[in-house]
Nanobody, 118 residues
Framework: QVQLVESGGGLVQPGGSLRLSCAVS????????MGWYRQAPGKQRELVAT???????NYADSVKGRFTISRDNAKNTVYLQMNSLKPEDTAVYYC????????????WGQGTQVTVSS
C-alpha cells in the first residue's frame, strides 16, 4: 500500500512562491507516474502537473511557465515549485501516484491548502 504525505502549503501573497513536497512510502517509487492535482471550493479536482518515471513532464495550461514539477527518486519525493502565484491558484493540492500523463492513479495524499491572498 502506497502512502503519500504532502507538505509545504500555506498563505502567500499574489506574486509569491511556495514549494510543495510529497513523500511517498513503499517500494518502486522510481517507476511510478506522479502528479499534482488541485481542487478549489465548488469546483472539480483538476490536473496541475504530472511527471513520468523518465522525468517527462506535463502541465495544465493555467500553470505553464509558473509551476515546475520535479522528483527525487533517492528520497521518494515529488515536488511542485509554484512561482508568480495568483488568487485563482487557491485550492487544496493533492499528490497522486500510479496514474498517467493526463489521468490520476488510485493513490492520493491527504491534501495541503494553498491560499493566495493579500
Amino acid at each position: 500500500q502506497v502512502q503519500l504525505v504532502e507538505s509545504g502549503g500555506g498563505l502567500v501573497q499574489p506574486g509569491g512562491s511556495l514549494r510543495l513536497s510529497c513523500a511517498v512510502s513503499g517500494n518502486n517509487f522510481n517507476i511510478y507516474f506522479m502528479g499534482w492535482y488541485r481542487q478549489a471550493p465548488g469546483k472539480q479536482r483538476e490536473l496541475v502537473a504530472t511527471i513520468s518515471s523518465g522525468f517527462s513532464t506535463n502541465y495544465a495550461d493555467s500553470v505553464k511557465g509558473r509551476f515546475t514539477i520535479s522528483r527525487d527518486n533517492a528520497k521518494n519525493t515529488v515536488y511542485l515549485q509554484m512561482n508568480s502565484l495568483k488568487p485563482e491558484d487557491t485550492a487544496v493540492y493533492y499528490c497522486n501516484s500510479g496514474g498517467s500523463r493526463n489521468w490520476p492513479g488510485d493513490s492520493w495524499g491527504q491534501g495541503t491548502q494553498v491560499t493566495v491572498s493579500s
